[in-house]
């Protein structure tokens, strides 16, 4: 047994005991109990019988990545009607969403806790043909037992910000036993090939983002729901939705959308935080709407609406006028901007957008987005957009070519997936 895989063996109870807590608390905020959370100790509730063996197994964590396997698994079943898959999440907030899709052929699960036995009693429930991993979910004992089970394991939509490399680098002969387990990655840029062939991986394929492919799937579109609330909302003024937005972001944004004139939408990243963004934006002056208890406001001059539900980013974003990217004002990392950018809507993000380089700097490069530092900069650039919404028509085109480089990148993927 490696140092590694030991020292992982050794630390994973440690780690779970600890966490337990603050998972129990997560899990009830967002309501999870009564999901089928006993999955998550490979115990099932569907009789074997019925259970789909020998299908392709997909891994994602995160909602981001959940509805990122949802995308995939979508496109896999309009090339093959009668693929059946097993997805396999991590949250109950990504539960909750792809359950809520009814993907027909899809059986949605908990991923087990990495434990070796109930990895092992997963893995005999099921006996998956393929494993799917996205974007970056590598369980040290899971690899090792579908490995020694003969089921290849695939990696796609694969990347790491320049700090991950640096890491990796250093950790690389402590991870290569791992890593080196997966049959093939496929990374979303050139530059990120390098890194997982030192890791050990075998094979290293470029297919570009399946995040960013703008030919996979339709864009986003109004939703005539949506557009009511909107229109009682924002009494005619243009609509800034603030996307994934982290603790104190809510506030920072909605001052530069209403001093620059604007109608404040804000979608928190995590819906349970409703309370405290609703207290919040009261301090900062606002009428808050939630989506979830929705009336017209009193004073619709000082409202905001905020979506405390899950899921609907996308939709929300094809009624918005400008977008602003959470997590990239005082998180680190950034969200995802490319809903926004298939929408045609103009985009600001922060000054953190590590999680998705390089893409954000050539957005910026081609005048496809706006960066800023700080408040006073949002504040000013939105003033000039919403003083001349006209001038940022090229902007959106400028975008949405950046774009046309992952084209295809769903199907390159797919080829490879189904290439056994």
């Known amino acids: 047994m490696s140092p590694t895989l030991l020292l992982y063996r050794v630390l994973l109870p440690i780690y779970v005991v600890v966490a337990f807590p603050a998972w129990l608390l997560k899990t009830a905020r967002r309501g999870g109990f009564g ?7 490979s115990f099932y509730g569907e009789v074997l019988e019925f259970e789909p063996c020998a299908a392709v197994h997909v891994h994602a964590v995160s909602v981001g990545e959940t509805l990122l396997a949802m995308k995939l698994i979508r ?13 396999a999440v991590g949250t109950a907030t990504g539960h909750a969403v792809a359950v809520e899709a009814k993907m027909e052929g899809v059986r949605v699960i908990y991923q087990p806790v990495d434990f070796r036995f109930m990895v092992r009693r997963y893995l005999d429930r099921f006996q998956p043909s393929q494993m799917v991993l996205v974007e970056g979910e590598m369980w040290p004992n899971l690899m090792l037992e579908c490995a020694r089970r003969g089921v ?3 990696l796609v939509n694969a990347r790491m910000s320049p700090r991950s490399k640096r890491r990796y ?16 990655v496929a990374v979303q840029e050139p ?61 920072l944004i909605g001052r ?7 109608f404040y939408l804000c979608v928190p990243r995590h819906a349970e935080r409703r ?23 009193v004073s619709p001059e000082s409202a905001a609406l905020v979506v405390d539900s899950t899921g609907e980013l996308r939709d929300w974003t094809a009624s918005a006028d400008v977008v602003v990217i959470g997590k990239s004002f005082l998180g680190i ?8 950018i298939l929408a045609g809507k103009s985009l600001i993000f922060g000054p953190h957008m590590e999680n998705f380089e390089p893409l954000a700097t050539r957005l910026v490069g081609c005048g496809g987005a706006k960066r800023v530092a700080d408040e006073a900069e949002l504040l000013a650039v939105l003033r000039d957009l919403i003083g001349n919404p006209a001038g940022f028509i090229e902007e959106t085109a400028a975008a949405k070519a950046v774009l046309e480089g992952h084209r295809g990148a769903t199907g390159r993927i797919l080829d490879l997936l189904d290439d056994e």
Request: net charge negative.
């Open 333 to 340: 990392g950034g969200q995802n901007p490319a809903e926004a």
């Open 256 to 262: 530069a959308v209403r001093e620059a004139g604007g």
């Open 152 to 154: 290849p394991i695939r």
């Open 75 to 87: 496109a896999w079943r309009e090339r093959d009607a009668a693929k059946v898959l097993v997805l």
């Open 275 to 297: 309370a405290e963004v609703r207290e919040a934006l009261e301090s900062a002056g606002f009428e808050v709407v939630l989506r979830s208890e929705f009336h017209p406001p």
């Open 191 to 251: 530059d990120d090939a390098e890194i997982w062939s030192e890791l050990g991986v075998r094979q290293v394929k470029v297919t570009g983002s399946l995040k960013f492919d703008p030919g996979a799937g339709a864009p986003p579109a109004p939703r005539a729901e949506f557009v009511a609330m909107l229109d009682a909302c924002a009494a005619g003024r243009p609509v800034v939705l603030a996307a994934s937005t982290h603790d104190g972001e809510e506030e």
């Open 35 to 41: 999901s089928g959370l006993g999955e998550r100790g």
């Open 169 to 184: 680098r250093k950790l690389a002969a402590w991870v290569r036993p791992i890593f080196s387990k997966l049959d093939w």
